[in-house]
T-cell receptor, first 112, second 113 residues
Framework: SAVISQKPSRDICQRGTSLTIQCQVD?????MFWYRQQPGQSLTLIAT?????????ESGFVIDKFPISRPNLTFSTLTVSNMSPEDSSIYLC?????????FGQGTRLTVV | DQQVKQNSPSLSVQEGRISILNCDYT??????FLWYKKYPAEGPTFLIS?????DKNEDGRFTVFLNKSAKHLSLHIVPSQPGDSAVYFC????????????FGKGTLLTVNP
């Protein structure tokens, strides 16, 4: 199993600003995943973060809006840039094995 | 196009009875299916999974059934307990996508005492 510490747990931000979310894993993992859950929706994958290479973004998500860092095998950050109210969501980081995935506690972001 | 569908947004059952949560998928490449439970203000926690080579997997009160021909899976909880009240997500993955998960929208289960 893996324990993931994610912070902040919640934040209220002004539109036009940026927020960086951090994820720390208690073991080394090759891939980390960033998800978003908008109100009433399923968890949607934003990007896959590999250590030592550029993150791979899913359709509808771009690096300029959601830059990701992966400096080592236990840590990653996701930045939500130039925020608008539509970015209000829960953001989650995750790591996967062949048989299950583990999630951080989530970051509840409200943009006003 | 939603590849994993949970068509019931909510379900209410009495304590001690069986809860059945359903999930349908469209992508025949999915070869692993997982159920997660999520409480408010927490991240999803893994419950149980099933490989596409099986049709049933059981873990205590939780059993997942897979019907590949119908592209349908279900989670049975028996007996249901009030502490089971949460949102349940069905998720699917395939090896070709490096185990990225595709989630359904979730079903809110309420178990009444």
């Amino acid at each position: 199993s893996a324990v993931i510490s994610q912070k902040p747990s919640r934040d209220i931000c002004q539109r036009g600003t940026s927020l960086t979310i951090q994820c720390q894993v208690d073991s080394q993992v090759t891939m980390m995943f960033w998800y978003r859950q908008q109100p009433g929706q399923s968890l949607t994958l934003i990007a896959t973060a590999n250590q030592g290479s550029e993150a791979t973004y899913e359709s509808g998500f771009v690096i300029d809006k959601f830059p990701i860092s992966r400096p080592n095998l236990t840590f990653s950050t996701l930045t939500v840039s130039n925020m608008s109210p539509e970015d209000s969501s829960i953001y989650l980081c995750s790591v996967s094995t062949a048989t299950e995935a583990f999630f951080g506690q989530g970051t509840r972001l409200t943009v006003v | 196009d939603q590849q994993v569908k949970q068509n019931s947004p909510s379900l209410s059952v009495q304590e001690g009875r069986i809860s059945i949560l359903n999930c349908d998928y469209t992508n025949s490449m999915f070869d692993y299916f997982l159920w997660y439970k999520k409480y408010p203000a927490e991240g999803p926690t893994f419950l149980i999974s099933i490989s596409s080579i099986k049709d049933k997997n059981e873990d205590g009160r939780f059993t997942v059934f897979l019907n590949k021909s119908a592209k349908h899976l279900s989670l049975h909880i028996v007996p249901s307990q009030p502490g089971d009240s949460a949102v349940y997500f069905c998720a699917a993955s395939d090896r070709g996508s490096n185990y990225k998960l595709t989630f359904g929208k979730g079903t809110l289960l309420t178990v009444n005492p």
